[in-house]
């Protein structure tokens, strides 16, 4: 287990804590006055008051995890404080430079799969070091047009445990994906992408024109683990098609699936490892129809079931919504996610940082 700490001076960092456990209590436990303890699979941190200071303790079975634990603590607090505090970490892991996390990839495969969705597959170095049983990656794509003998410039962490991107000229195009398979032996990974009319650069229109030999950035995988429950009942639209994929693949033969899928027609349906009830908007825009939220609302909840769900923001507050206030369903039995926002390009949060936000 790698070690590492700090401590912020700060007279709202307190506060600031408080209001970043409020908000996770499925991953951050503690009495309102700390100490606050994060668990997840990667690592941990926990973090002790006294006075105005705070003092903050991270662990990582391995660099990447470190540096996760590092980075989820920095970039919230500072979310919280509104502020770009700065923090110096002392003990074993990284300090500045590229993040063990991050990979160059580059293209070997591409091919169609249904009339909106992409398959890419990537060549990824050292990809056994890397947390797979994670869902999502962030991709990064170069800036267009940019000279073949000019390599991308990628984030780096700062000594602060964040990460710095480029800006200007070098500035990348982020967007959060989903792996949907994995081959060790092969040392790649396939990301699948839809594709979807889009008034400026998109990672779809990338997907859809890549060569072999072209270069992206990953970060991760980080967040997104799949589930484990005696049910699972797993929604979305196709943004959200290759984690319920996986999800359904990954499930085990004692656990009870139910996927309940959002598309526009038969042609964009696919076979999966599990039972799927197909929506189809027929034609209506993707973020315009009530479909999943009135098939949740045609279910009844079970005492061991997990919800799952990925899809446009509008839908997301009302599965929330009915999730949480009509089958008052406690927080770690279920995930439910805005994948993307109607008229508006760019990454979601999986859930709003802010419970105000909400």
Known sequence: MLHAHTRLDHRNGA???VRFAADHPEYITGAKAGPWRMQIPLGSFEVRQDGETLFIAAAGGDPIGLSYMKLIFVDHIRE?????????????????????????????????????????????PNLEDLPLDELHVRLLLPPERRREDLPPVWPMLTASGALSFPTGPDT???????????DRA?????????????????????????????????????????????RLLLLGDETAMPAIARML???????????????????????????????????????????????LARRQPFD?????AGCEFDAFREIRR??????KMPRDRHLVAAYWRRGVAGEMAEEPHHSSAA
């Open 172 to 182: 990348l195009l982020a967007r959060v994906y989903t792996i949907r398979h994995v």
């Open 304 to 308: 061991d079931l997990y919800v799952w």
């Open 80 to 124: 919280y404080l509104a502020a770009e505090v700065e923090l110096e970490w002392e003990g074993d892991g990284q300090r500045h430079g590229i993040p063990p996390f991050f990979r160059e990839a580059r293209v070997t495969a591409t091919r169609r799969l249904t009339p909106t969705m992409q398959r890419v597959t990537f060549a990824v």
């Open 322 to 327: 009915h999730v949480r206030s009509v089958w």
């Open 15 to 17: 506060s600031a804590m």
């Open 186 to 230: 092969r040392g790649e990974v396939d990301i699948d992408f839809v594709l979807h009319p889009a008034a400026g650069r998109s990672a779809g229109d990338w997907a859809a024109t890549c060569r072999p030999g072209d270069v992206a950035g990953l970060l991760g995988p980080g967040g997104g683990a799949i589930p484990q429950a005696p």
């Open 249 to 295: 693949e990954a499930a085990s033969p004692d656990t009870t699936c139910e996927a309940i899928i959002e598309v526009d027609g038969p042609a964009d349906e696919q076979v999966l490892a599990g039972p799927v009830e197909w929506l189809h908007r027929r034609g209506a825009a993707a973020g315009t129809t009530r479909l999943l939220v009135e098939a």
